[in-house]
């Protein structure tokens, strides 16, 4: 079973930088793809990037494209997501997940990341 552990979580001003990984754990680390998505207070989960490991293919909402880049290090079973230029509105608990090839089926516990202006 997999287990997903996200870090990098914190508090940055308007126009910072933070990044986010996420750790895979506990089996062969063949996931079709991993994503990250995030739930902002009062709102719905949403999608946020994804990236194929086969190929490298990369997914972004709208909302974060040009200012946040999803990479994976398939060696270290990690999955990163650097996040520039951040708004107050990108505040919010991110997640990471694993799609195996039937959707997202594994998700982390969360790190909170708040953007104050």
């Known amino acids: 079973q997999v287990q997903l552990v996200e870090s990098g979580g914190g508090s940055v001003q308007a126009g910072g930088s933070l990044t986010l990984s996420c750790a895979a754990s506990?089996?062969?680390?063949?996931?079709?793809?991993m994503g990250w998505f995030r739930r902002a207070p009062g709102k719905e989960r949403e999608f946020v990037a994804a990236i194929k490991w086969s190929g490298g293919t990369t997914y972004y909402a709208d909302s974060v494209k040009g200012r946040f880049t999803i990479s994976g290090d398939n060696a270290k079973n990690t999955v990163y997501l650097q996040m520039n230029s951040l708004k107050p509105e990108d505040t919010a608990a991110y997640y990471c997940?694993?799609?195996?090839?039937?959707?997202?089926?594994?998700w982390g516990q969360g790190t909170q990341v708040t953007v104050s202006s």
């Open positions: 997940a694993t799609d195996a090839g039937l959707g997202w089926d594994r």
């Open positions: 506990g089996r062969r680390f063949s996931t079709y793809r």
